[in-house]
């Protein structure tokens, strides 16, 4: 067989594709491979470069193959798909990733060390809890409004929701809503408890990283702003520029521009939706933090607070806040 050069991997569950090149270009490889013989298979072959979509499970496999000498390289998904030609299946696309993973312009995907994915995988989890939470407490507003039973917005609202729940002398409830509703508070009580004990998780992954508690001096970051970010971004000098990074998670506008006429729209929202919110919630911290004890060491977000909104002014502080220590 003529030495492989190139191998696009599309990754799957159980049966993944191989479509494998020459230095000349020639495919010598294009294959099926079950799972478990992936590992078996890279070991017999000399090290070569393997481009993978960035995808669920491709930081491990490119940590695995990279163990074994080969060169990795993760391309995120969208980027590859206009080297796929004609029909979607599973050859198309492991042909287009070997030809994607070759291009000088390609733009690639740093890998993650396991302590990174395991931070991410806290965040993911705790945010799963939060809005596990916000669904109970939905649920429990909605059903006793059902009976005429409303409360305030807000934290104490639901706690007096709770008591007439734990009054059984209420008479405003059947016995079996009654029931029902003190489910949804064991269950209230249960992610409330999860919540806090992930909020301590964080907090101790925060300070055992450096990077993590120098990201921490940047006004509008916290702990866990600068863990996700810690734990999301593998290479920080992957970005050429802090706009690039403002780019990459979607807070500089949409350009819709033709005929050297430049049309700029609303945000692009592309890229980290989670940490996204995280940076424009630090720069709504911030703006009303100045609102209160005022701007004299922001002259520029005085002005723009003066002219507009405060959520646009809070997007144009969380682009501006993207600063990275130690590139």
């Given at each position: 067989m003529q030495t492989v050069t190139t191998i696009g991997l599309d990754i799957a569950k159980s049966v993944f594709q191989l479509h494998g090149v020459n230095a000349a270009?020639?495919?010598?490889?294009?294959?099926?491979?079950?799972?478990?013989?992936?590992?078996?298979?890279?070991?017999?072959?000399?090290?070569?470069?393997?481009?993978?979509?960035?995808?669920?499970?491709?930081?491990?496999?490119?940590?695995?193959?990279?163990?074994?000498?080969?060169?990795?390289?993760?391309?995120?998904?969208?980027?590859?798909?206009?080297?796929?030609?004609?029909?979607?299946?599973?050859?198309?696309?492991?042909?287009?990733?070997?030809?994607?993973?070759?291009?000088?312009?390609?733009?690639?995907?740093?890998?993650?060390?396991?302590?990174?994915?395991?931070?991410?995988?806290?965040?993911?989890?705790?945010?799963?809890?939060?809005?596990?939470?916000?669904?109970?407490?939905?649920?429990?507003?909605?059903?006793?409004?059902?009976?005429?039973?409303?409360?305030?917005?807000?934290?104490?609202?639901?706690?007096?929701?709770?008591?007439?729940?734990a009054d059984a002398n209420d008479n405003r409830l059947p016995e079996v809503a009654r029931a029902c509703v003190a489910a949804l508070g064991a269950q209230l009580q249960m992610l409330k408890e999860r919540i806090l004990e992930f909020d301590r998780m964080i907090r101790a992954w925060y300070r055992s990283s450096e990077v993590s508690k120098r990201l921490d001096e940047i006004p509008g970051v916290g702990p866990v702003l600068a863990t996700a970010l810690v734990a999301s971004v593998a290479d920080p000098k992957a970005f050429r520029s802090g706009r690039n990074f403002s780019a990459w998670i979607g807070l500089v506008p949409k350009q819709h521009s033709s005929g050297g006429k430049d049309r700029l729209g609303s945000i692009s929202k592309q890229g980290d939706r989670y940490l996204r919110s995280l940076f424009v919630v630090g720069a709504l911290a911030v703006i009303r933090y100045a609102k209160i004890h005022g701007t004299k060491h922001r002259p520029w977000l005085t002005s723009l607070l003066a002219r507009r909104p405060t959520k646009v002014a809070a997007i144009a502080l969380a682009k501006r806040s993207r600063g990275w220590p130690g590139r």
């Open positions: 270009g020639q495919v010598v490889i294009r294959r099926q491979l079950k799972r478990r013989y992936v590992v078996a298979f890279f070991q017999k072959l000399p090290p070569c470069l393997v481009g993978i979509e960035a995808c669920a499970s491709s930081h491990h496999w490119s940590r695995e193959l990279q163990a074994l000498g080969h060169t990795v390289r993760l391309m995120p998904p969208a980027y590859v798909k206009p080297y796929v030609k004609r029909h979607k299946n599973d050859a198309a696309d492991a042909e287009a990733i070997c030809e994607a993973v070759t291009r000088p312009t390609m733009r690639f995907v740093a890998t993650k060390t396991p302590e990174q994915q395991s931070c991410l995988m806290l965040h993911r989890t705790r945010h799963l809890f939060v809005r596990q939470q916000t669904a109970v407490i939905n649920s429990i507003r909605a059903h006793l409004a059902e009976f005429g039973v409303v409360a305030p917005v807000g934290r104490n609202g639901v706690e007096q929701l709770l008591g007439v729940v």
